[in-house]
C-alpha cells in the first residue's frame, strides 16, 4: 500500500529566509504532485514531476525528486507573506490514484 | 489542463437529508475521482468514476454512502446520503493526470 509522509506539518518562517519542505513515499511511482491550498480554496496545482532528477521551478518554489530515496523536496527561497498556504505533495498510485500527505502549513512571517 | 466546474460551492444541510454535487468538465475524461477533506486535514479518495461502469470505491467508502453517477465522459455527481454532522467537509473532483481539481464543495450538516 502506498503511503506518503510529508513534513514539517507546520512550518512558521519569517520572510527573507529559505527552507525545504519533505515528501517520502513509500512505493515506486512515475508521478508526484505538488498543490497549493489557500484557506477555504480548492488545490492549485504548482507541479509534477516525472523522473528521477526532475526539478522544476517556479519563482521562489523549486520542486525535485530523487526516486531511488523516493523523495521529493519543496524548496522555497526567500519567502513572502504571499506564499502562506497549505502545500501538499501526492503520488500517483495504481489506476492513477493520488495519495496525498498531510500537507504543510507554511506562515510567512512579516 | 482541463476545466472543472464543480457546484454547489458550499451548503448547509440538515443531518438525514442528501445531497448532490456535480461536477462537469470541458473536456472528455476517462477517469474522475471524488476526494473528501475534513476539517485541517488532506485530500482522501473515496471513489473512481468511468463511463460505462460502476464507481470503485476506496477502503471505509461504501455506495449506499455515496452513490456516483457518471452517464458521459464530461459529467459526474456525488451524492452525500442520509447525511450526519461527520460528513461535514470539502468534497473535490479530479481527472485523471490530476492536475486540476474542482473548486471543491463545502458542506456542512448540521
Known amino acids: 500500500e502506498l503511503k506518503v509522509e510529508q513534513n514539517p506539518l507546520f512550518l512558521s518562517m519569517q520572510e527573507g529566509k529559505n527552507y525545504t519542505i519533505y515528501c517520502n513515499y513509500s512505493?515506486?511511482?512515475?508521478?508526484l504532485y505538488w498543490y497549493r491550498q489557500d484557506p477555504g480554496k480548492s488545490l492549485e496545482s504548482l507541479f509534477v514531476l516525472l523522473s528521477n532528477g526532475a526539478v522544476k521551478q517556479e519563482g521562489r518554489l523549486m520542486a525535485s525528486l530523487d526516486t531511488k530515496a523516493r523523495l521529493s523536496t519543496l524548496h522555497i527561497t526567500a519567502a513572502v507573506h504571499d506564499l502562506s498556504a497549505t502545500y501538499f505533495c501526492a503520488v500517483q498510485g495504481g489506476s492513477e490514484k493520488l495519495v496525498f500527505g498531510k500537507g504543510t502549513k507554511l506562515t510567512v512571517n512579516p | 489542463s482541463a476545466v472543472i466546474s464543480q457546484k454547489p460551492s458550499r451548503d448547509i444541510c440538515q443531518r438525514g437529508t442528501s445531497l448532490t454535487i456535480q461536477c462537469q468538465v470541458d473536456s472528455q475524461v476517462t477517469m474522475m475521482f471524488w476526494y473528501r477533506q475534513q476539517p485541517g486535514q488532506s485530500l482522501t479518495l473515496i471513489a473512481t468514476?468511468?463511463?460505462?461502469?460502476?464507481?470503485?470505491?476506496e477502503s471505509g467508502f461504501v455506495i449506499d454512502k455515496f452513490p456516483i453517477s457518471r452517464p458521459n465522459l464530461t459529467f459526474s455527481t456525488l451524492t452525500v446520503s442520509n447525511m450526519s454532522p461527520e460528513d461535514s467537509s470539502i468534497y473535490l473532483c479530479?481527472?485523471?493526470?490530476?492536475?486540476?481539481f474542482g473548486s471543491g464543495t463545502r458542506l456542512t450538516v448540521v
Open positions: 479530479s481527472v485523471e493526470w490530476a492536475d486540476t
Open positions: 468514476a468511468n463511463q460505462g461502469s460502476e464507481a470503485t470505491y
Open positions: 512505493t515506486t511511482s512515475d508521478r
